[in-house]
């Protein structure tokens, strides 16, 4: 069995091919259009979706050897996303499942990062916690099947994503500012600064204070030293970092301690943080976690963690007809 998935949620476009469970290749075109903007632009995205997915498609049935008429189902990303961008992969999935006359999976593209799992070894067990970082969602996830799951805290505002990125664009670093706060926060003292962290009940989160704390702290600074940006880059970038990651893994042990589940995955964009992996393995060592950490090419967006998703659900025999549609705030 071959399954063609896409993924066209926001500024990727990727595509893979799963052969009886095995995802075979892991096809992506990035857009580097938005880096000059600032942040993604819906309409830009939605155009370049539509230039790179037959060339996207084409290399991913290459690379696994096989024919579009080989392909026995197609799947694609429902939600959540940027609309525009949602339905260049919606749209492509109805024209091959109507062409080819073969049946449609659909996959919510949050399920999928946590089922990016699954692809290679070591797979976690049921139940597990799983913390998803993104850019566009913070949820700690209590996962006890495939395709059973339940969030048990989110963020009220920002994603933690969306703080990196944020924060790189105060200090006039270009987006995504996410892996450069962790590139210079490595040559930097995490203790130096230092911003404090929100306080929400339970395991909840939320991001949107620590933004404004960074943007007028450095807007007090620059007054007094126009250059202190560019002087403690590094010590600036390892506090910010340190700072979002407390957060992160305070609330990640409240939800071990009030589950009981000691087996804790990371899962999202931000799962590719250096600080965010190391502090998550340190802490497990502590507690004695065992603990998942995806692949770099599994953290971001990609279409092999749409093509595992979409084996379980073949499996399950969860199909849609041409009546479905691209869904924004798809919930799971
Ligand atoms: P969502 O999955 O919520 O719809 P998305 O698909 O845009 O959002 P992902 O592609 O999963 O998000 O992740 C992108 C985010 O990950 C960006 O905010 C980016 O800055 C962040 N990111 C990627 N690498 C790192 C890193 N090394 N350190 C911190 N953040 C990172
Ligand atoms: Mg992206
Ligand atoms: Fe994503």
């Given at each position: 069995?071959?399954?063609?998935?896409?993924?066209?949620s926001c500024?990727?476009?990727?595509?893979s091919?799963i052969?009886?469970?095995?995802?075979?290749?892991?096809?992506?075109?990035?857009q580097?259009?938005?880096?000059?903007?600032?942040?993604?632009?819906?309409?830009?995205?939605?155009?370049?979706?539509?230039?790179?997915?037959?060339?996207?498609?084409t290399?991913?049935l290459?690379?696994?050897?096989?024919n579009?008429?080989?392909?026995?189902?197609?799947?694609?990303?429902r939600?959540?996303?940027?609309l525009?961008?949602?339905?260049?992969?919606?749209?492509?999935?109805?024209?091959?499942s109507?062409?080819?006359?073969?049946p449609?999976?659909?996959?919510n593209?949050?399920?999928?990062?946590?089922?990016?799992?699954?692809?290679?070894d070591p797979?976690?067990e049921?139940?597990f916690i799983?913390l998803?970082v993104?850019?566009?969602?913070t949820?700690?996830?209590?996962?006890?099947?495939?395709?059973?799951?339940?969030?048990i805290?989110?963020?009220k505002?920002?994603?933690?994503?969306?703080?990196f990125?944020?924060?790189?664009?105060?200090?006039?670093?270009?987006?995504p500012?996410?892996?450069?706060?962790?590139?210079?926060?490595?040559?930097?003292?995490?203790?130096?600064?230092?911003?404090?962290p929100?306080e929400?009940?339970?395991?909840?989160?939320?991001?949107s204070?620590?933004?404004?704390?960074?943007?007028?702290f450095?807007?007090?600074?620059?007054?007094?030293?126009?250059?202190?940006?560019?002087?403690?880059?590094?010590?600036i970038?390892?506090g910010?970092?340190?700072s979002l990651?407390?957060?992160?893994?305070?609330k990640?042990?409240?939800?071990?301690?009030?589950t009981?589940?000691?087996r804790?995955?990371?899962?999202?964009?931000v799962?590719?943080?250096?600080?965010?992996?190391?502090?998550?393995?340190?802490?497990?060592?502590?507690?004695g976690?065992?603990?998942?950490i995806?692949?770099?090419?599994?953290?971001?967006?990609?279409?092999g963690?749409i093509?595992?998703a979409?084996?379980?659900?073949?499996?399950?025999?969860?199909?849609?007809?041409l009546?479905?549609?691209?869904?924004?705030?798809?919930?799971?």
């Amino acid at each position: 069995i071959h399954i063609l998935a896409i993924e066209s949620s926001c500024d990727e476009t990727a595509a893979s091919v799963i052969s009886d469970g095995k995802v075979v290749n892991n096809i992506i075109a990035t857009q580097d259009i938005h880096e000059k903007y600032g942040g993604v632009v819906p309409e830009l995205a939605s155009r370049v979706h539509q230039q790179n997915i037959v060339p996207v498609v084409t290399e991913a049935l290459k690379q696994a050897n096989i024919n579009i008429s080989d392909v026995n189902a197609v799947a694609f990303t429902r939600g959540p996303g940027l609309l525009g961008s949602l339905l260049v992969g919606v749209s492509f999935a109805k024209g091959l499942s109507l062409a080819r006359n073969i049946p449609m999976i659909e996959v919510n593209h949050m399920q999928a990062h946590i089922l990016a799992h699954f692809i290679d070894d070591p797979k976690p067990e049921f139940p597990f916690i799983c913390l998803t970082v993104s850019g566009g969602h913070t949820q700690l996830v209590l996962v006890r099947e495939f395709l059973d799951m339940e969030i048990i805290g989110q963020t009220k505002d920002d994603a933690v994503g969306e703080a990196f990125d944020k924060a790189a664009k105060i200090m006039g670093l270009p987006y995504p500012g996410g892996p450069l706060i962790d590139k210079y926060a490595k040559e930097g003292d995490p203790e130096k600064y230092s911003f404090p962290p929100a306080e929400i009940p339970g395991l909840d989160f939320s991001f949107s204070g620590i933004k404004t704390a960074i943007l007028y702290f450095l807007r007090d600074e620059l007054k007094g030293n126009p250059e202190f940006i560019n002087e403690n880059l590094n010590d600036i970038c390892a506090g910010i970092q340190q700072s979002l990651i407390n957060m992160l893994m305070d609330k990640l042990r409240k939800a071990v301690k009030q589950t009981g589940i000691n087996r804790v995955a990371l899962a999202g964009g931000v799962s590719a943080n250096s600080g965010l992996r190391s502090a998550l393995t340190s802490e497990a060592e502590r507690k004695g976690w065992q603990t998942f950490i995806p692949a770099f090419e599994y953290c971001t967006d990609n279409a092999g963690m749409i093509a595992m998703a979409a084996w379980y659900k073949y499996q399950a025999n969860e199909f849609v007809d041409l009546s479905v549609s691209a869904e924004p705030r798809l919930k799971f």
